[in-house]
């Protein structure tokens, strides 16, 4: 068997083979949950305080849009809807997440997905740099880090689903 990964159509390049690898990869790691889990799965900690798997779905979909440069156009209804303002991963604050069937998670990174890809179209040449001082960054560079953060947090989302179905 040959696996492939072919450019979505309608994106410029590199972005249509980045774009390509980035849904991929939230198709596999979305593939290792094997079946609907239920709000009391997605909100379950490993201990008090600490990360859920629907805070960290948050999280992923929060990175995403913040690198790609599309928070400023959020309104106060859709940051409130990820938590923007409550979850501070560097400061190890996760509020509680939403109490939703995993289903709704789902939908919910699907529907900020397409506010990407809308956005991603819009991208000048990859090596455009974005950015001042010290904190610089290609446009390349930073759609790499998005399928980074994606594939780390994702893999995270199916550990803390995994652990919470073993506690049940």
Not at 3 to 19: C, I, K, M, Q, S
Not at 91 to 103: L, T, V
Not at 130 to 150: A, D, K, M, P
Request: charged share 25%.
């Amino acid at each position: 068997m040959i696996r492939d990964v072919e450019p979505l159509e309608g994106f410029g390049e590199p972005w249509g083979l980045l774009t390509a690898i980035l849904e991929d990869g939230t198709r596999e790691w979305r593939g290792e949950i094997w079946e609907e889990v239920g709000p009391e799965v997605m909100t379950w900690r490993p201990y008090p305080g600490g990360p859920s798997a629907g805070a960290v779905w948050l999280h992923l979909i929060m990175v995403e849009l913040a690198w790609f440069g599309l928070k400023d156009d959020l309104t106060e209804a859709e940051r409130a809807e990820l938590l923007w303002d409550a979850i501070d991963v560097d400061e190890a604050i996760w509020p509680d997440a939403p109490a939703q069937p995993m289903s709704w998670y789902v939908a919910l990174q699907d529907r900020y997905r397409q506010v990407s890809l809308a956005g991603i179209k819009k991208f000048g040449a990859a090596d455009e740099v974005l950015g001042s001082g010290e904190n610089r960054y290609t446009q390349r560079w930073i759609f790499g880090h998005v399928i980074q953060h994606e594939a780390y947090h994702g893999g995270q989302i199916v550990m803390l689903v995994t652990q919470a179905l073993r506690e049940q």
